[in-house]
C-alpha cells in the first residue's frame, strides 16, 4: 500500500469514527440540552458563500423554507437513526431466536441501507461543495455493532 493511499484511508477512517461518535451523542440525546435549543440561530451572512448564493438562501429561510439538500440532510440523518435502532434490534434478537429471523431481517436492513445511500449519492450531487457526506456500509456498521468501542 503506498503512502497515499494509506493517508487517504486513514483519514477516512478517522472521519468515520468521529461521524459516529457523533451519531451516538445524537441517539443519546447529549444535544437536546443546548443553551439556545429552538431558536433560531443568527444567520445574517456567510462569507464562505457566495453572495448570490447567499441572498438566495436568505429569502429561502425568511419565508419558511431550506434548500432541498437541507432537508435532504435531514431526512437522511433521521432515517440512518433509525435504521441504526432497527440494527441494534434485530442484532440483539439473533441470539435468542437462533439466528433464524437474522438471515430474513438483514436482508431488510440491507436494502433500507441501500435506500440510505441512493439518498445519500442524491444530496452529495446537490449539496455544495464541503457539504458531501459518506455513504453507509453494512460491514462497517456489523463492525461498530459487534464492537462499539472501535
Do not use: C
Request: charged content about 35%; glycine content about 6%.
Amino acid at each position: 500500500m503506498t503512502y497515499n493511499e494509506t493517508k487517504n484511508r486513514s483519514e477516512t477512517d478517522l472521519v468515520n469514527i468521529v461521524e459516529r461518535r457523533i451519531w451516538q451523542s445524537m441517539e443519546e440525546g447529549q444535544f437536546e440540552n443546548l443553551p439556545g435549543k429552538g431558536r433560531p440561530l443568527d444567520l445574517d451572512s456567510n462569507p464562505h458563500v457566495d453572495p448570490a448564493e447567499d441572498t438566495l438562501y436568505r429569502i429561502l429561510s425568511k419565508n419558511g423554507f431550506a434548500p432541498e439538500w437541507v432537508e435532504l440532510n435531514k431526512d437522511i440523518r433521521l432515517q440512518i437513526a433509525d435504521w441504526r435502532k432497527a440494527l441494534r434490534s434485530v442484532w440483539a434478537r439473533r441470539s435468542t431466536d437462533g439466528g433464524v429471523k437474522w438471515k430474513e431481517e438483514s436482508t431488510k436492513l440491507q436494502e433500507r441501507l441501500r435506500d440510505i445511500n441512493n439518498k445519500v449519492f442524491r444530496y452529495n450531487l446537490i449539496a455544495p461543495f464541503g457539504r458531501q457526506m459518506f455513504g453507509f456500509k453494512w460491514e462497517k456498521e456489523l463492525q461498530w455493532i459487534e464492537h462499539p468501542d472501535s
